[in-house]
């Protein structure tokens, strides 16, 4: 759906469903360089599941308007400002990747909005080296290509695809391209600059699910495992052979995985 | 994994891995036509897009997956859909790019199937084309209307040879808002990657290099997702409301690969033009060894066009490869490994001494078909081309004496040998008619 939010137009997918805030509100957030494409087969699956469905794209990126936020706690606020814009009272956040660092700062510093927590491919802290950096500035097709490389795991660079005919590759590197210019590099800048995610964290009291994937190259199982067990009320699920965008390469683990997790814990 | 996959390892590899319960190596044949679901709820997640998965042979089915996802790795593209032949493939992204209305820019230098489909069929069903000369980039540009939906063309064109400037006609269609199809039988990714040159879908005929057999029909439409569907109101049809699947809107569902979600819903759904999952099999056998095979075509390219243009029976030759070619500079730039393994020729002596040749020809076989292992011939004015009309054959740049070579695999020896000996019947041939 179309929204305006800040005099920007944002786009939201609703999973192919129109949005009603009387219902259980699930919030998607993307990750660096990406958009509410990265939530394809979660978005749909959900939403004809009784849950109401919000997978945004940030200013500039994908389908919205606007210039990228330069900041993760810019990021949280823009969420709990959508979340006002549409009288949601409180939504279970899902962050993939620098989704999660926006997901932890967003849940501590707004408990009353931020239901339950789901972390996907997440750490406490995603530093990015200087040459990536460097790349999304200078030769921003590099770092896509770069990126999309290291994020998908076995399957990925086999082209073994749940939709059939589905390259991830190709994919991921035209999701990207469609982004603002500017999109990536603000992104790996406001991940490189976030030092409060062991202190968010540690605050959080709403049940948590970390997603983890075996073979993730751009934020490692073991950094993963180190932000569950400081969530107060951490679970984890690993999902072996799997890299860094999860999501798309393991759709059915992932939604089995966050459907159990949402069934079985209650809301406060 | 260290990086990215390099051609030939995709060409063996790329979409299948051996499944758990069984571990087949080879790609196995799922001769199926549907698929258990799971329950109800699984069943209508399927048919919802909830979920990737098969649930009917027409719409999908895991071994054709298995070369789609081949085929999409090795062009760079976001997704393919595999057809029953190149022409369903051509056909059916037409027809779900195209309404009533609406108008295509096309090479005018192709097959003559497609000229045929866009010349006679096409208007039946009000969708005119406006054929240009492949090298008149002012001309391409011109002829685009408010309601041109593709530029379409052959990057060698069949059976003339002409050379499409992809980058230049790609940067066309990029500023009139509309993308750029090309049919990319006869260069495969091997020789050429269009997409990375700007063009935004592509067709194949699977029957020719890339089955490379002789004894599978299949094709296939590879989406490039560097299209943007949404940028004018040209393609509500892609970036609007689905008519199923509550009103479902392709371009913001999946992004780049808009397209092809519309292509399988609506095309392979409401057309069925289906691959067969053994063609698929067979196909696949073929792309395993594409680099080998296009190698020794090159090779043996290259030596034929040497004894050609050095025999004394032969009038002309025409090959990208070749100086005098029109399109030569810009062929060795766009495909430095090879213009293809087509070669046209006309001998001394006119069209009785082709078909003369032709017919005493032993090893190298008399049939209409490019593209495969064993070294073909035919005479396109009487058989791939017939059915064009004579102002077409001019246009499209065909001569009554010309004999199309899809050159083979054999031992070049063998092949020259074969060729004095058809050579020697046409002299015979010219010496009686004197």
Known sequence: MKHQLFDTNVHIATGGRTFNNDGEVLVFIHGSGQSHLTWILQSRYFAYRGYQVLAPDFPGHGLSGGTPLDSIEAMADWIIALLDSLDVNAACLVGHSQGCLVTIDAAARYPDRVARVGLIAGALAIPVNDHLLSLSDKALSKAIQAMISWGHGPMGHMHDNTQPGHSFLGFGNQLMAANNQNALKNDLIACNKYKNGEDSASKIQQPALCILAEKDKMTPLKFGQQMANTLIRGQVTVIESAGHMLPAEFPNEVNTALRNFLNETDKS | M???????TLSLHAGHVPDERHGSRAVPIHQTTSYVFKDTEHAAALYNQELGGHLYTRISNPTIAVLEQRIAALEGAVAATATASGMAALATALLVLCSQGDHIVAS????????????????????????IDPNDLAGIENAIQPNTKVIFGEVIGNPGLDIMDVEAIAKIAASAGIPLMLDCTFNTPWLLKPLELGANLIIHSLTKWIGGHGVAIGGVVVDGGNFDWGQNDKFSNIAGPHYAMDGINFYEEFGPAAFTAKFRAE?????????????????????????????????NTAKMLEFLVGHDAVAWVRHPSLPDHPGHELAKRMMPRGAGSIIVFGLKGGRDAGRAFIESVELASHLANVGDAKTLVIHPASTTHSHISAEAMVEGG?????????????????????????????????KLKE
């Open chain 2, 2 to 8: 260290s990086g990215d996959y390099k051609f030939d």
């Open chain 2, 108 to 131: 005018s230098r192709m097959y003559g199937a497609n000229i045929n489909l866009l010349e006679n069929t096409l208007p039946r069903f009000g969708i005119t084309t406006s054929f």
């Open chain 2, 267 to 299: 095309g392979m759904y409401n057309f069925g033009p289906s691959l067969s999952p053994t063609n698929a099999f067979h196909i696949l056998q073929g792309m395993e060894t594409l680099s080998l095979r296009m190698q020794c075509h090159m090779d």
């Open chain 2, 398 to 430: 065909l001569s009554d004496d010309m004999i199309r070579i899809s050159v083979g695999l054999e031992d070049f020896t063998d092949i020259k040998a074969d060729f004095e000996l058809g050579f020697l019947a046409a002299a015979k041939k010219l």
